[in-house]
């Protein structure tokens, strides 16, 4: 079966700048997730969807981050603006009900 | 929310032998521990997993144990390899409920000597 893709690989932007991450869950999966790993650190959830509705965005900051999964499918996590500490991997990942997380290769984000 | 910690943060260990990661966990209410590995700049990928109703799990060189009264779980990785030198993650959840989300350790780095 096909992976998680994400896009793009890398991104590097400057602080206030917006930018955009776009995720393709494994077909059939219904609980798509977003993480940011910072450099050393294991992954922290952002946001959880159960098909298009949000289930989890405790962990995101709302002033400046926003995501969606339209039709329960595709997703996309963006930043509005960014700052220097938003330096992370974001993975996406997907998972069919009650079965472990299969992750994406993640997208780099540099902010200078 | 659930707190995992992780220790050690890194662990050198000669070719053969073996490794071990611990990891302990706060919330009563986790029943499913995963472990990843995460290599160089790639994807965290999981190696093997544990429901709270097992107290041991193997899967070859690798084997998970886990201590509910005591609230930690550990990693064995028997006859190690330059191979398996990455991070290793521990995590926790709650799974079969909607809210199955994955609190993550902050890794071990293992490297293996030839």
């Known amino acids: 079966e096909a992976g998680v893709a994400q896009s793009p690989r890398y991104k590097i932007i400057e602080k206030r700048q917006s930018v955009a991450f776009w995720c393709n869950p494994i077909s059939g999966h219904a609980t798509l997730y977003w993480y940011q790993q910072i450099l050393g650190q294991g992954p922290k959830l952002l946001i959880q969807?159960?098909?298009?509705?949000?289930?989890?965005d405790s962990q995101l900051p709302k002033d400046r981050f926003s995501a969606e999964r339209l039709k329960g499918v595709d997703s996309t996590l963006k930043i509005q603006p960014a700052k220097l500490e938003d330096s992370a991997v974001y993975l996406c990942?997907?998972?069919?009900?009650?079965?472990?997380?299969?992750f994406g290769s993640g997208t780099r984000l540099t902010v200078v | 929310g659930e707190n995992v910690e992780q220790h050690p943060s890194t662990l050198s260990v000669q070719e053969g032998d073996s490794a071990v990661i611990k990891c302990t966990y706060s919330?009563?209410?986790?029943?499913?521990f995963p472990w990843y590995k995460q290599e160089l700049g790639k994807r965290p990928q999981l190696i093997i997993d544990i429901r709270s109703n097992v107290g041991e799990k193997k899967d070859q060189r690798i084997a998970v144990t886990l201590n509910k009264t005591a609230k930690h779980f550990s990693l064995h990785i028997t006859e190690t390899q330059p191979e398996d030198s990455a991070v290793y993650f521990c995590a926790a959840s709650t799974r079969g409920s909607t809210l199955g989300r994955l609190y993550f350790g902050r890794g071990t780095q293992l490297t293996v000597w030839p």
């Open positions: 969807f159960q098909n298009n509705g949000v289930v989890d």
């Open positions: 990942a997907s998972s069919l009900a009650d079965r472990e997380n299969t």
């Open positions: 919330d009563s209410a986790s029943n499913y």
